[in-house]
């Protein structure tokens, strides 16, 4: 058996590490009280692109970002991501500072079966019967909270829908701009509108950035490295990871923040959300089993008829 090269075994680390950052994010968010969702967003919007300079300055890559900006079409495609990333992000923090993680860890558990549904509509992608019965277990799920808690779980939707075109998005620029230029550049767009917003709370004597002592301060400047952190982990390790495997960690953040909102946050499962979240579960599995078998048949016939060979 042939050792495998030393980059692949730290593809698993390098994933575990970021879906782990990833879900646990809900528990960096409160120390950043009393800014409110907004103000954190503009923060975590400029220094994560100071973060991605200054990365960029020291692996000497600036220059894949002047690459991007000196293409028109490019720079307007991860324009159009800022947008969608950002309504993410202040979508993901309000739910965190407003006692709604389970609803966004609800989001997240929904994506994959958004990406499925943006793919049938956008893309006109032709679905295999596991698929159909997956959104539509999916669809129940959503009927079922939103008749059982009072109307729809919009903080799931707008997280799963809004990640779910950001991703579609990304893969307009396929693999021709890297994770860490592809950032700096969407963090770039939404710097002036979050640099006059914290202007405005200046102005108006309501920002906390230097209202809240020095540890305060420091906690809003980490927002660029909690955001960048583990983007790049995630971009190392899905160079080295079958796709496969990508898929199925991609549960362990809306896992651990369902945890945390349940465990640690004590937000209320009523029955109903039990069985909402049971549905989706149910989706899941149907797309991961179909995922994997499609997968599997698609390396079978890559691969080929076997031909036996008989001796004479």
Not at 53 to 78: E, I, S
Not at 118 to 141: H, K, Y
Request: proline letters at 5%; aromatic letters at 10%; hydrophobic letters at 55%.
């Amino acid at each position: 058996m042939t050792t495998p090269p030393a980059a692949d075994r730290w593809g698993l680390p390098l994933g575990l590490g970021a879906y782990l950052l990833w879900g646990a994010m809900p528990l960096y968010f409160p120390l950043l009280k009393p800014a409110g969702a907004l103000e954190i967003i503009a923060h975590r919007i400029v220094w994560s692109l100071l973060f991605c300079l200054v990365l960029l300055a020291a692996t000497r890559t600036l220059g894949q970002l002047a690459d991007v900006v000196r293409r028109p079409r490019t720079l307007a495609v991860l324009a159009v991501a800022s947008v969608l990333i950002v309504v993410n992000w202040a979508t993901y923090v309000y739910a965190v500072l407003s006692g709604h993680v389970l609803d966004a860890a609800l989001g997240y558990y929904i994506n994959p079966l958004v990406t499925t549904l943006l793919g049938v509509v956008l893309l006109r992608e032709r679905l295999r019967t596991a698929q159909w019965f997956a959104l539509g277990s999916g669809a129940a799920a959503v009927v079922v909270l939103s008749t059982g808690v009072g109307g729809l779980p919009w903080v799931s939707l707008v997280l799963a829908f809004s990640f779910g075109l950001y991703s579609l998005t990304k893969n307009r620029v396929g693999r021709t701009v890297g994770a860490l230029p592809s950032l700096a550049a969407e963090t770039a767009v939404a710097t002036p509108f979050a640099l006059a917003y914290l202007g405005w709370l200046v102005a108006q004597g309501t920002s906390t950035f230097a209202q809240e002592g020095a540890g305060h301060a420091l906690l809003l400047v980490a927002a660029g490295v909690v955001t960048g952190v583990p983007l790049l982990l995630f971009g190392a390790a899905a160079r080295r990871l079958p796709l496969s495997v990508v898929g199925m960690l991609q549960f362990l953040t809306p896992t651990l923040q369902f945890l945390v909102g349940l465990l640690v946050f004590g937000e209320h499962m009523s029955p109903v959300r039990w069985v909402g979240f049971g549905l989706v579960w149910v989706a899941l599995v149907l797309l991961t089993v179909d995922g994997t078998r499609a997968a599997r048949a698609t390396r079978l016939a890559a691969a080929g008829p076997t031909t036996v060979v008989t001796e004479p």
